[in-house]
């Protein structure tokens, strides 16, 4: 129903920064929220922040507050991540999902990107 596809990842220096993208297609007129996790090698998926499409609040993990920026773009159907300051920590897969149910949860998500790859060296 959803497609989304994640770009923009890379290899940086800590302290960089770097912006994501994920556009979304199909049924876009459904979605309720978008968001983005991440997933470090032997470790679980995480959350990591979440945008409503319909008011634009922000949800963020309190490991990156502060420092990463979810934003979006109603014409293009894109959510973005706007990542500074970044640390070897935020070495992760970075998935970007989509909900197209109502929740007032802001990790309640049903639809994922296929990730990229995010690399912060020391």
């Known amino acids: 129903q959803v497609q989304l596809v994640e770009s923009g990842g890379g290899l940086v220096q800590a302290g960089g920064s770097l912006r994501l993208s994920c556009a979304a297609s199909g049924r876009t007129f459904s979605n309720y929220a978008m968001g983005w996790f991440r997933q470090a090698p032997g470790r679980e998926r995480e959350f990591v922040a979440t945008i409503s499409w319909s008011t634009s609040s922000t949800y963020y993990a309190n490991s990156v507050k502060g420092r990463f920026t979810i934003s979006r773009d109603d014409a293009k159907n894109t959510v973005y991540l706007q990542m500074n300051s970044l640390k070897p920590s935020d070495t992760a897969v970075y998935y970007c999902?989509?909900?197209?149910?109502?929740?007032?949860?802001?990790?309640?998500?049903?639809?994922w990107g296929q990730g990229t790859q995010v690399t912060v060296s020391s």
């Open positions: 999902a989509a909900r197209t149910f109502y929740s007032d949860k802001p990790d309640a998500f049903n639809y």
